[in-house]
């Protein structure tokens, strides 16, 4: 209605205001996706948040294939901005590592031809287990030889470090998946399920008061909706 259309228009007013004041802003990525998307008018304000401010993408191999095409273009986006873009994952697979510079290279070359600037990129690779570098690459090529030894040298050192756990790899044979039951979870369940239990039978702490034995089982799906269903 009209008598509360000026309180909607300050309600928004100011929502946005804090979208684009706040120092940092912690979102989810709906929130910098139009961005990528610019069918619709909030996309600009989407956009002016990104053209001054870096990007962190959390966990972005968490997400379905179709959904990094389009993240893939907001990273595009932000090297078009001249902004830095950091992936924070400890599973980055190096097809998707690739991928996202290629796209972040193409959208800096675009910021380096109009502003003047180097098209040269400082990739920087840390990890907790030895990484810590950070050179100047200008070409695809170049990258991928960088997060190679990267990977390498992650490797080599969690090696020799003492091993604080061990994981159980579940293979298409033992789930019992085939081809007419790719779609269907219920054989990944069970099987998952039926590796907790061994997990739980053949690795364990015994307590000294009573002589039970302890052991937890952590199990991590990507969605929510695969928590749900099992």
Do not use: W
Not at 11 to 30: G, M
Not at 64 to 75: Q, Y
Not at 163 to 168: D, G, P, Q, T
């Amino acid at each position: 209605p009209d008598c509360i259309q000026p309180y909607v228009n300050i309600a928004h007013r100011n929502h946005v205001a804090k979208f684009l004041d706040a120092p940092i802003a912690i979102c989810t990525i709906d929130q910098v996706m139009p961005v990528a998307d610019p069918r619709r008018t909030f996309h600009l304000i989407a956009t002016l948040r990104l053209m001054s401010s870096d990007l962190i993408l959390d966990e972005v191999d968490s997400f379905e294939p179709e959904d990094l095409v389009a993240i893939g273009r907001l990273v595009y986006m932000a090297g078009v901005y001249g902004r830095a873009v950091v992936l924070s994952s400890a599973t980055l697979p190096p097809v998707l590592a690739e991928g996202f510079f290629r796209a972040y290279l193409e959208g800096y070359k675009v910021y380096a031809k109009t502003t003047g600037d180097s098209p040269v990129i400082d990739v920087g690779l840390f990890s907790d287990v030895g990484v810590n570098s950070v050179t100047p690459v200008d070409n695809v090529d170049a990258f991928k030889v960088e997060y190679s030894n990267a990977c390498e040298k992650s490797v080599e050192t969690l090696r020799t470090t003492k091993v604080l756990r061990k994981a159980c790899y579940l293979s298409d044979s033992d789930i019992g998946v085939t081809e007419t039951l790719k779609d269907k979870i219920t054989p990944v369940f069970k099987a998952v399920l039926n590796s907790c239990l061994c997990v739980q039978e053949n690795r364990f702490e015994v307590d000294a008061k009573t002589g039970k034995h302890l052991s937890i089982v952590l199990t991590k799906f990507a969605h929510i909706k695969m928590v749900v269903a099992f």
